[in-house]
């Protein structure tokens, strides 16, 4: 990307010049400033949410629904994982892999190893769940439980302990917020920070980053260029056009809300995963995403997790 001069200096490293406005600080930071704040969070994420020792593997999970701003992510977090000499494996989707040939990340730079989820796999799955839950909401929930499920399938048949999921502190909001809107309880184990399932570490290095941060930082890195492709390429294998629109209006709420937030308090209380979890404590949970489950409901497994077991048979050896 040429580089654009601008009067603003860095407000940290006060030598080079702004590239970019922190609204949550009011900073004006430069590109280098900016990438070794997004480093410090990982590195704070990891800390504070996971176990993981030095030189132990960690399979880091795909979003399924593309994410602009995720290949960059893959690669500062390998970055930070190599650091404490930790073995990582991206399992990732076939429209996130073709978007890092297209953008020239070798292997070696977005992790130790590369998983491909089959294509076949995919569309088996998502059949599952769009035929079980038409509401848009719900079909949403069932895929991130798809994810997670897939990410868990694979941590057990390697015995690997620690897996990454990645939403940044601002997406993992909006979800909760969509839990209050829509009042779909089972989708708020997918914001916790770390949750434990069937004695693995599920973790979210991302959850001290906002999504503004990772944007401004992806633009930098160009790749954004490329990235209608690999929406193209998940739009023709899953069919799930609606989907990706449907976020988007929604996006529009949560953008007024993200005004919000970064105006002054940094989120509404009540919504905060905090008081979810608080809120949330008083109902069983599910053994495998952590999602509150009614008493009353028969057996530990939540509604999602249910319909989606039978596809998994590794897992359901692991429960008999
Ligand atoms: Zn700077
Ligand atoms: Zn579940």
Request: hydrophobic residues 40%; proline residues 2%.
């Amino acid at each position: 990307m040429r580089e654009r001069s601008s009067d603003i200096l860095c407000t940290r490293c006060k030598v080079r010049s702004a590239f970019y406005y922190k609204r949550a600080s009011g900073e004006y930071l430069c590109r280098k400033c900016l990438f070794r704040g997004l480093e410090r969070g990982i590195r704070r994420g990891l800390s504070d949410y996971s176990s993981m020792r030095r030189e132990e593997q960690i399979i880091i999970l795909d979003t399924f629904i593309p994410s602009i701003w995720l290949i960059p992510v893959i690669h500062l977090l390998h970055r930070v994982l190599r650091e404490y000499k930790n073995y990582s494996i991206f399992l990732a989707y076939p429209w996130t892999l073709s978007l890092a040939k297209e953008t020239r990340c070798g292997e070696k730079e977005l992790s130790n190893e590369m998983l491909e989820i089959s294509i076949s796999r995919i569309k088996e799955l998502i059949n599952i769940c769009s035929a079980t839950y038409q509401y848009t909401e719900d079909l949403i929930t069932c895929l991130l439980k798809m994810n997670l499920l897939i990410g868990l399938e694979n941590a057990l048949e390697r015995n690997i302990k620690h897996i990454a999921i990645l939403c940044p502190r601002d997406k993992c909001f909006s979800i909760s917020l969509k839990n209050i809107l829509f009042l779909n309880k089972e989708i708020v184990s997918e914001i916790y920070p770390k949750r434990l399932s069937l004695g693995i570490e599920i973790f979210n290095p991302l959850y001290n980053i906002s999504e503004e941060d990772l944007l401004a930082y992806t633009i930098s890195t160009g790749i954004y260029r490329r990235f209608n492709n690999a929406l193209e390429s998940f739009i023709k294998n899953t069919g799930l056009k609606e989907l990706v629109y449907f976020s988007s209006t929604l996006s529009d709420i949560y953008l007024m809300i993200n005004e919000i937030v970064y105006s002054g308090s940094r989120e509404i209380i009540f919504s905060s995963t905090e008081s979810l979890l608080k809120i949330y404590s008083k109902f069983n949970k599910c053994i495998l995403c952590n999602a509150p489950i009614n008493k009353s409901d028969h057996g530990s497994i939540c509604r999602f997790c249910r319909t989606l077991l039978p596809f998994f048979k590794s897992l359901e050896k692991f429960l008999r």
